[in-house]
């Protein structure tokens, strides 16, 4: 199986940066997602990451270490609405997708 | 329909029943899937399918079956339902098996 850790919580100010954290022991890696989900909606895609680096999204970034197995996404000017949980996935060396048990971002006014 | 919707919304029912969770995509996806979530736990794959005609095993199948007749409908059955089978059941679909799932709203059922 496969082993995804992620903090459970987080809070932050509005306009403020905040940084979620990632570590997996996966069986093969064949990329590394990340996905919002807020509160009783279905998850939707933010990133993707199959190569060593920063990927930039607008006021989301998402970076892969592949040799420590470490990865994070970095949420910028938070706003209200980013308020939700956020889940690293990892798809491993038959293509299945992994999630964590998600990260609960709160932000503060 | 646009994009990929399932059925019911919610459910209740009772230990022992048979249930179908419907499944359905529009956006010709080869690929699709079956989770739960339950809290702390994240979500976990059931069954899954690459292509029509093929369906796979994920983490946790024991208890559920699937079919994939045709490339839109993949649906979820219980044949006999339990309490631990009490979660959000969420489907999923892609591309191929390599690209980024989209998923549909969720179906919350409670066993009892």
């Known amino acids: 199986g496969q082993n995804i850790d992620q903090p459970t919580e987080m809070t932050a100010t509005e306009g403020a940066i905040v940084q979620i954290n990632c570590t997996y022991q996966?069986?093969?890696?064949?990329?590394l997602f990340w996905y919002q989900q807020h509160a009783g909606e279905a998850p939707t895609f933010l990133s993707y990451n199959v190569l060593d680096g920063l990927e930039e999204k607008g006021r989301f970034s998402s970076f892969l270490s592949r040799s420590k197995g470490y990865s994070y996404l970095l949420l910028k000017e938070l706003q209200m609405k980013d308020s939700a949980s956020y889940l690293c996935a990892v798809r491993d060396g038959d293509y299945k997708l992994s999630f964590g048990a998600g990260t609960t971002v709160t932000v503060r006014a | 329909i646009a994009g990929i919707t399932q059925a019911p919304t919610s459910q209740i029912l009772a230990a022992g029943r048979r249930m179908t969770l419907r499944c359905t995509q529009d956006m010709r996806h080869n690929a699709m899937y079956w989770y739960r979530q339950d809290l702390g736990l994240g979500l976990r794959l059931i069954h899954y399918?690459?292509?029509?005609?093929?369906?796979g095993k994920g983490e946790v199948p024991d208890g559920y079956s699937v079919s994939r007749a045709n490339t839109d409908d993949f649906p979820l059955t219980l044949a006999s339902a339990v309490p631990s089978q009490t979660s959000v059941y969420f489907c999923?679909?892609?591309?191929?098996?390599?690209?980024?799932?989209?998923f549909g709203p969720g179906t919350r059922l409670t066993v009892l």
């Open positions: 399918s690459n292509t029509a005609g093929t369906t």
């Open positions: 999923a679909s892609s591309v191929s098996g390599t690209d980024e799932q989209f």
């Open positions: 996966t069986s093969g890696f064949n990329g």
